[in-house]
């Protein structure tokens, strides 16, 4: 245990402090985030790796489809309008699967907002993941905190200018990385990446790379803390769904007041003495350049740095961890009153405290029954309904595809032997990656004679015809009813394909169109 004036108070300062908090239109105050260590910085690291990973890795996986589709484990081929996820294929018409999963991701932000706050923003964001990113190259070349400052306050020099050269060719290698990658979602990898190389690709393929390269360099080297503060309507939204019970990072200061540099001095003086020893490490690694101590703000993206910070801080003091951490309104609102007697005293750290370091039992932890509390299952019921819905609808969705289309003029046509013709364009889509054949069946028309142009019958009179893979086949049918079996006016019957051999078939409800009077 270490006696707090042997800390070291960092010179650091929240950018939004009453007094730096200025004009709309002040000059941006620069933030240098210090170094981190601890288990939710262990936990962004492995969350940052998984991501960066998943975004630049996913166009190279190959996923065999056999000779007919392309062998790309994830594509969004718009030339034939096909989304490819491994083993699923997702056509035009199925976009609703599309729309489904992204209903699914807004519901998931809302039950992960009412459990633990901004965790989006502080683990997953793609602005928060690409500003680590941005950071560890900065500190790689230019240093921590100090070392930063040091060199951004010093004037321009032949080590300041090969040092931030450096950096500055680094992220835009970073951001070009990060456009090319974004264009290899939409046309095989590979071979995209040679044409792109040796200047044969299409030009829009360089204007995305130089937009997203742009946005990438700016958003996540130059602007940082801006675009959530100023730029994003995230945090707003999320301020409006929390409640009560949702975890957030928090400042207890039910046993951080008073703050002192002293605690001996102020013990030996007869004054109250918090857990704080206002060392402005809390402040010094935050990335959005706020003191937490302030209170709950909406620049506060929840990464939990500061709680590693002040963990680290308590572990050399020998106090109990916590002065910062996730915590629920309910149980902080529950200890500030216990500190201070119901709100009609001044904070005293003695009466939260039953032996030293040692909580009484009136203090309130965190329960599992407030992360899983009805609004929160509510969210999850929603978003899991949703999930079986659609890979209920996946699993059981026809892999084939029928629409027909009766002719309107003529609607009919009356042959010489009296007999009544309807024609029919028949557009079948077959949605398997591979060659098959199919049989044409018509029902509810007795003695119908069916024709299909340019397409001969089998030996059994059967209508059999080929089907390329995930490709769309169109016939041309005609239907034939003697005039001793034709119905007056119009008639339902039903159109049938099935392939040959399988299971699938598809059902289309059609009309025979004959004269009212004959």
């Given at each position: 245990m270490s006696d707090v004036g042997e800390f070291e108070r960092i010179d650091a300062q929240a950018v939004n402090s009453s007094e730096k908090r200025?004009?709309?239109?002040?000059?941006?105050?620069?933030?240098?985030?210090?170094?981190?260590?601890?288990?939710?910085r262990r936990f962004k690291w492995i969350i940052m790796f998984i991501t960066l990973g998943i975004y630049y890795l996913t166009p190279w996986l190959r996923w065999d489809r056999g000779p007919y589709a392309p062998d790309?484990?994830?594509?969004?081929?718009?030339?034939?309008?096909?989304?490819?996820?491994?083993?699923?294929?997702i056509w035009p018409q199925e976009f609703y699967y599309v729309a489904g999963m992204l209903i699914m991701a807004g519901i998931g932000l809302f039950l992960v907002t009412s459990v633990a706050g901004r965790a989006w923003c502080g683990y997953t964001c793609p602005q928060t993941v690409w500003v680590?990113?941005?950071?560890?190259?900065?500190?790689?070349?230019?240093?921590?905190?100090?070392?930063?400052?040091?060199?951004?306050?010093?004037?321009?020099?032949?080590?300041?200018?090969?040092?931030?050269?450096t950096k500055h060719t680094i992220w835009l290698a970073i951001a070009v990385m990060t456009g090319g990658a974004w264009i290899f979602y939409f046309a095989d990898a590979p071979t995209l990446?040679?044409?792109?190389?040796?200047?044969?690709?299409?030009?829009?393929?360089?204007i995305t790379v130089a937009i997203l390269t742009a946005t990438?360099?700016?958003?996540?080297?130059?602007?940082?803390?801006?675009?959530?503060?100023?730029?994003?309507?995230?945090?707003r939204i999320q301020a409006a769904m929390l409640d009560e019970n949702s975890l957030t990072v928090t400042y207890n200061d039910w046993r951080g007041e008073p703050r002192t540099r002293n605690s001996k001095k102020a013990i030996?003086?007869?004054?109250?003495?918090?857990?704080?020893?206002?060392?402005?490490?809390?402040?010094?690694?935050?990335?959005?350049?706020?003191?937490?101590?302030?209170?709950q703000q909406l620049e506060c993206i929840t990464c939990a740095l500061c709680i590693d910070a002040c963990n680290s801080v308590m572990d050399k003091i020998g106090k109990p961890r916590g002065l910062i951490s996730y915590s629920t309104l309910s149980d902080y609102d529950a200890n500030m009153a216990l500190a201070t007697n119901n709100g009609t005293a001044p904070i005293e750290p003695t009466r939260i405290y039953e032996a030293k370091n040692t909580f009484n039992?009136?203090?309130?932890?965190?329960?599992?029954?407030?992360?899983?509390?009805?609004?929160?299952?509510?969210y999850f019921s929603i978003w899991a309904l949703i999930g079986v819905a659609l890979i209920t609808t996946l699993l059981m969705r026809e892999r084939i595809g029928i629409n027909v289309l009766q002719d309107r003029n003529p609607q009919y046509v009356l042959l010489s032997d009296g007999s009544i013709r309807n024609g029919y364009t028949v557009k079948l889509l077959n949605m398997v990656n591979e060659p098959r054949q199919f049989e044409l069946i018509i029902d509810g028309l007795s003695q119908a004679e069916v024709h299909v142009a340019d397409q001969a019958?089998?030996?059994s009179g059967r209508h059999i015809f080929n089907a390329e893979p995930d490709r769309l086949k169109t016939l041309k049918v005609f239907v034939v009813l003697p005039k001793t079996a034709v119905p007056p006016g119009s008639t339902p019957f039903t159109m049938t394909v099935r392939d040959v051999n399988g299971t699938e078939s598809a059902t289309y409800k059609a009309t025979f169109i004959a004269p009212e009077k004959r």
């Open positions: 200025g004009s709309l239109y002040a000059a941006r105050v620069k933030v240098f985030p210090k170094r981190a260590s601890g288990d939710f790309q484990a994830v594509l969004i081929d718009i030339a034939h309008r096909r989304f490819y996820f491994f083993f699923i294929e680590d990113l941005f950071l560890v190259v900065e500190r790689a070349v230019e240093g921590d905190r100090n070392a930063r400052i040091k060199l951004d306050n010093a004037p321009m020099n032949a080590n300041k200018l090969a040092k931030r050269v990446a040679m044409e792109f190389i040796t200047g044969q690709a299409a030009m829009v393929a360089y990438t360099y700016v958003f996540g080297g130059l602007m940082r803390e801006q675009v959530c503060t100023y730029m994003c309507p995230w945090p030996a003086a007869g004054e109250s003495v918090g857990d704080c020893v206002d060392c402005n490490a809390c402040v010094a690694v935050c990335p959005m350049g706020i003191d937490i101590r302030d209170g039992d009136k203090v309130q932890q965190l329960k599992m029954s407030k992360i899983f509390r009805p609004r929160s299952l509510f019958t089998d030996g």
